[in-house]
């Protein structure tokens, strides 16, 4: 009878394993509210100049100013190392709309060191 239960206890485990897993891979699909319109703006915003925003994201300098300038298109990570930076000083990012200060948020994207791809950012 302890048997039933513990494989009863496992099956729930794998479930919620299962659901979670669907769910992170559907967040991935979502489009970023980070894009390259947002960046030279919130950089004015927290007033980092271009070396500070590439020591606080890993993303090299030439690759932030060849989006500002929109002469490159950047890797989904390396949006994401971008917006994380400016989300932990209290920005945020509407698609079509300028920066916003949060009142009580940092933002919803995830930390980008987490991914696997992390190694890629430009």
Do not use: Y
């Not at 980070?34 to 960046?39: P, R, V, W």
């Not at 079509?96 to 009142?103: C, D, K, L, V, Y």
């Amino acid at each position: 009878m302890t048997e039933k239960v513990f494989n009863m206890d496992q099956a729930r485990r794998l479930k919620k394993a299962e659901i979670d897993k669907g769910f992170w891979l559907f967040a991935e699909d979502l489009p970023l509210g980070f894009s390259e319109a947002h960046c030279a703006k919130a950089r004015e915003m927290v007033g980092w100049s271009v070396e500070a925003l590439a020591f606080r994201s890993g993303v090299s300098t030439k690759a932030i100013r060849e989006l500002e300038l929109g002469a490159r298109k950047l890797r989904r990570v390396t949006m994401q190392a971008l917006s994380f930076s400016f989300e932990t000083e209290g920005l945020i990012f509407i698609p079509g709309q300028e920066p916003m200060r949060g009142q009580n948020c940092r933002g919803g994207t995830t930390d980008p060191r987490e991914r696997d791809d992390f190694h890629l950012i430009e």
